[in-house]
């Protein structure tokens, strides 16, 4: 194992404390999801956390980074589609290119003669490039026979308002960085070094909370000021591995091994509509308090890590969680055991033609198997969530993500040379 690997899979003590900005939101189905609180000792770094802008994440290792890292400050989304023709060897190309220009930017290097010099003077700024494989993909790659029965379109769920324009795609990137500058230019990287192979199919980009910007870490809130991620899983959870990570066997093919699934969401918050909730009122659709996160029922002072009872009970002898409250329809104890690592971010893209805010969740979910993750705790969540009421998912992708790179390597190679 390399030492780029061991950086990518060892878990810090800090990390599982958590750290700022590293939790977005509360549940899973409705899109409310929120990144866990990962950390791993960023490289050079000497003792104490790194000068803003320095910390650097190896690309290299045995999972893609972006996956168990914290949660950046900033995130480009993007889906290309193949030109006609292009083949295996064009695919193989491509993320060859890729995968040269992925490990320079995040070692904070000049990408190649594509480089347009956007962040020249910027550091790596925990720069993460993160790649998944669309179904389509496949078949136009004349790879028919390797693609995983897991990744199977997500069946219509009921509300589903989706723009087939603003998702799915061959190729998908997650590009996660501390600074917005940074992440915009390895994406314009990425898209030069693309030309004649694959073109841009969809873009979004995303914000979470910036280092350093509360006194103490604490978990992120969204846009509709919960405090949220707290229950996302961490590594020390029996079976976290299982639960997010793909093993061969099965129905998944050996090049799968180490990989995982990503499932993207883009879901619209109702914000008018929820604002105008007593605060008292959208605690009860959540089932948290909105000042400190902690679960209704416990005592004052309890914290959002306190153990959520299902069972409390209220002064009038009434659920103190109600029972199509978030966190109860979302609760893993509700959906026979489903988990994800949720990665999202918040996004605000103006106002709509009504005057409504175009803002809310991308949702980014991590998992072993969609079938047995995502989608039965979203089709429950649709039926049963009261969130619901103020959520539209508008974009939606499933992507098979390849382990990570080997040293000298590229992402896919498993797949393409195997």
């Known amino acids: 194992m390399t ?24 549940g899973v189905g409705a899109g409310i999801a929120g990144a866990v609180a990962l950390d791993r000792p960023a490289a050079g770094a000497a003792g104490g956390a790194p000068a ?39 695919l193989r190309g491509l993320l060859q290119r890729w995968s ?8 904070g290097e000049p990408a190649d003669e594509s480089d347009n010099q956007i962040a020249l003077d910027a550091g790596p700024c925990s720069l993460t490039l993160t790649f998944g494989f669309g179904a389509a993909l496949f078949d136009k790659a004349g790879l028919a ?64 909370r910036t280092p350093g910007a509360t006194a103490h870490p604490v978990t992120g809130r969204n846009l509709m000021g919960q405090i949220d991620g707290t229950n996302n899983p961490k590594p020390t959870d029996d079976g976290f591995a299982a639960k997010v990570f793909a093993t061969a066997g099965g129905d998944q093919p050996a090049w799968t091994a180490g990989g995982s699934y ?53 002064e009038d002898g009434a659920l103190a969680i109600p029972s199509d409250a978030h966190i109860r329809v979302a609760a893993p104890s509700s959906n026979g055991g489903a988990t994800m690592l949720r990665r999202g971010f918040s996004y605000h893209d103006g106002l709509l033609a009504d005057g409504s805010p175009d803002a809310g969740l991308l949702f980014l979910a991590f998992q072993a198997d969609p079938r047995t993750g995502f989608t039965p705790v979203q089709r429950k969540l649709s039926r049963g969530d009261g969130l619901s009421r103020f959520l539209r998912h508008e974009a939606s992708g499933v992507y098979a993500v390849p382990p990570g790179a080997p040293q000298g390597g590229y992402v896919g190679q498993q797949l393409l040379d195997g």
């Open 262 to 314: 990503l499932v993207f969401r883009r879901i619209r918050m109702l914000l008018d509509h929820w604002e105008a909730l007593p605060v008292e009122r959208q605690e009860r659709v959540i089932g948290r308090r909105k000042a400190d996160g902690a679960p209704l029922g416990t005592p004052a002072g309890a914290g959002e890590h306190a153990a959520v009872d299902l069972s409390a009970q209220g």
């Open 3 to 26: 030492d780029a690997t061991t950086a990518r899979t060892g878990f810090t003590r800090r990390a599982l404390l958590g750290t700022a900005g590293a939790g977005l939101v509360a």
């Open 100 to 107: 040269r220009t992925a490990a320079r930017l995040t070692a």
């Open 52 to 90: 803003l802008g320095t910390a650097r994440v190896p690309f290299f290792g045995g999972h893609q980074a972006g996956i168990l890292e914290p949660q950046q400050a900033r995130v480009q989304l993007a889906a290309f589609d193949l030109a006609d023709g292009v083949g295996r060897d064009g």
């Open 145 to 208: 026979g390797h693609r995983p029965a897991a990744l199977e379109p997500l069946p219509a769920f009921p509300g589903d308002a989706l723009d087939p324009a603003r998702g799915d795609g061959d190729l998908f990137v997650q590009i996660g960085a501390e600074d917005a500058l940074v992440a915009v230019h390895a994406l314009r990287v990425l898209q030069r070094q693309a030309a004649g192979t694959a073109a841009l199919r969809w873009q979004c980009a995303g914000f979470a």
